[in-house]
């Protein structure tokens, strides 16, 4: 398997400083599939987090119950390789768009992490 193509995004301080980080600091980042626009994953970014993720070209997060940095599928093999990066209207979310790489995003080893729906059958 070829690994995919690394794109990076330009670092814009102003765009950066534009985003409404929360009191800890951090915005919530959403994961969505390139291909087909599955939402795969919720992860939280700080500055640094984002800014990572935007010159390096992998998604990169901050852990809220381990205090650190890092970056999607290191671990797993499970990578995610940024293709856009945005932010909405009011700043305060950020939309991650990747080519997932492995298995999926999900450490449950599910493709995404949102399987479970309310009401309806659970799963295996």
């Known amino acids: 398997m070829t690994t995919p193509e690394v794109v990076t995004v330009p670092v814009v301080e102003e765009e950066i400083d534009a985003v409404s980080f929360d ?32 010159s390096t070209g992998r998604s990169w997060f901050w852990s809220r119950s381990r205090q650190e940095y890092w970056c999607k599928g290191e671990t797993s093999g499970d990578r995610q390789w940024v293709r856009d990066v945005r932010y909405d209207c009011d700043a305060d979310a950020v939309l991650v768009v990747v080519e997932q790489e492995g298995r999926g995003a999900c450490h449950t080893g599910n493709r995404s992490c949102f399987y479970r729906s309310f009401g309806g059958p659970v799963p295996a």
């Open 23 to 54: 009191e800890h600091g951090l915005v919530p980042a959403v994961v969505q599939d390139a291909g087909d626009g599955a939402v795969l994953m919720l992860g939280y970014m700080d500055r640094e987090a984002l800014v990572r993720t935007l």
